[in-house]
């Protein structure tokens, strides 16, 4: 009850301090914006559909929803022009591994995140958290666990589709699932029974946990398929084949997804024969276990820059010589790249800032993706990859108006990525030049 009271808090304060916070860089409300029409007229149109950066080409908005896309769009008598000269239209960003509840471990450790921040704080900075993440032209992420906050993510996504607080569409993990003994916090008096930063659950217990998971409001079951036993040890597959693959039956049975942390070869096998959706990190990830994973449609998440900012955190300066967790990451990333595996981007974004979700794209380009590509993956592939590529991941009729205007053209200069002019979500301007 404590709990519930101490959120219910956060999120009315919430819904006081930031949308005021905001108000210089957000839209004034409007109860027309359900029937208005726009037209924006950018340089260029990236739709998310063949990777192609269509020069002259319009975009005709109606209400929520996309209307027409091409040269020849033409605006209706009743339509507002938006022109954006210098610009290209991509479709709303989407970010598939992002933890809001978390922020820069350089800030706070990531024990202390779990063990001494309140509740209502840490909703709170959440809030704020994903207000940032939209600005910067994420409109939809996937938070894959609120690491100690409990269901706190529910109440986040609600305030937000309720419009009580500005932010992406959400889809959410809340509590993610571990083998008993083998998360954290750690390094207390073992008889203590110490908050943990996910669920613990084994064997048949593991599907009522993701059965309860998903009563309680998750899109998404994460599974922890590997993980640290003790403090500096090397991380060791943590479940079975066969208990991963009740969790994956259970949650495809109930219409959600799942994604597996690996990192390990073995982690990573046992989670793609398990049947998820996604694995995550994969930082020693084999030419093997990524054409098995091709074979079987598992998407892979690299969270290339985690590796990067945590090492940095540690004292590396970005130059050479790398640290080996940096070269093992790069390693892993090209071959991944040339088995062809399916690719989805998500920077695992909180354990770096909010708001540079973009800091992924950028080092998968620098990985040897090509800029295209990269592109792809973080529209229409993630919503692939997601679940939602009926409604949102391209330009195009029909879609869900979540569109992004960049200064610049990002397949020349992939760091345009980072310079947002404009952002829309569902057809509603929450960033434009004349609110900057």
């Not at 930031?18 to 260029?44: K, W």
């Amino acid at each position: 009850m404590m709990k519930i009271g101490m959120m219910t808090v956060a999120l009315s304060i919430a819904s006081l301090v930031i949308p005021a916070a905001a108000e210089a860089q957000r839209a004034p409300i409007d109860d027309t914006a359900a029937t208005r029409t726009t037209l924006i007229v950018p340089d260029a149109v990236f739709d998310g559909r063949d990777g192609l950066v269509h020069k002259g080409w319009r975009v005709l908005v109606r209400g929520t929803r996309i209307v027409s896309v091409g040269p020849d769009v033409e605006a209706p008598v009743d339509a507002e022009t938006m022109a954006l000269p210098g610009t290209t239209l991509l479709p709303g960003l989407i970010d598939a591994h992002v933890h809001l509840f978390l922020h820069p471990y350089d800030e706070t450790s990531w024990n202390d995140q779990v063990l001494k921040e309140p509740l209502a704080l840490r909703t709170l900075r959440a809030g704020v958290n994903a207000h940032a993440t939209l600005l910067a032209g994420f409109t939809t992420v996937r938070d894959l666990g609120t690491e100690g906050a409990g269901y706190a993510d529910v109440g986040l996504k609600a305030a937000i589709a309720q419009g009580i607080m500005t932010g992406p569409r959400m889809l959410i993990a809340t509590r993610a699932l571990v083998a008993t003994g083998s998360y954290g916090p750690k390094g207390f008096e073992p008889g203590v029974d110490m908050p943990q930063g996910a669920e613990e659950a084994d064997g048949n217990a593991l599907v009522i946990a993701a059965r309860r998971q998903v009563g309680n409001g998750a899109d998404v079951i994460k599974l922890y398929a590997d993980y640290r036993w003790a403090s500096g040890e090397p991380s060791r597959p943590t479940f079975s084949i066969a208990e991963m693959r009740a969790v994956v039956e259970a949650a495809h049975d109930a219409g959600r997804t799942v994604a597996a942390h690996a990192s390990t070869p073995e982690g990573m096998r046992r989670a793609t024969l398990a049947g998820v959706d996604s694995i995550e990190h994969g930082n020693d990830g084999t030419a093997e276990v990524f054409d098995l994973m091709k074979a079987r449609g598992v998407a892979f998440c690299p969270t290339l820059a985690a590796t990067d900012a945590i090492e940095r955190y540690r004292g590396w300066n970005g130059a050479a010589p790398e640290p080996p967790a940096v070269i093992a990451k790069k390693r892993s990333f090209a071959l991944a790249l040339k088995s062809g595996v399916k690719m989805c981007v998500g920077g695992d974004t909180g354990v770096f800032t909010h708001g540079d979700n973009a800091r992924e794209l950028v080092l998968m380009i620098a990985g040897g993706m090509p800029p295209a590509a990269a592109l792809m993956a973080a529209t229409s592939g993630n919503a692939g990859v997601l679940g939602i590529a009926e409604r949102l991941g391209s330009i195009a009729p029909g879609m869900l108006a979540d569109i992004v205007a960049i200064k610049g053209n990002p397949e020349q200069k992939i760091d345009a990525i980072r310079d947002v002019a404009m952002v829309m979500k569902d057809g509603k301007v929450i960033k434009s030049p004349l609110t900057n």
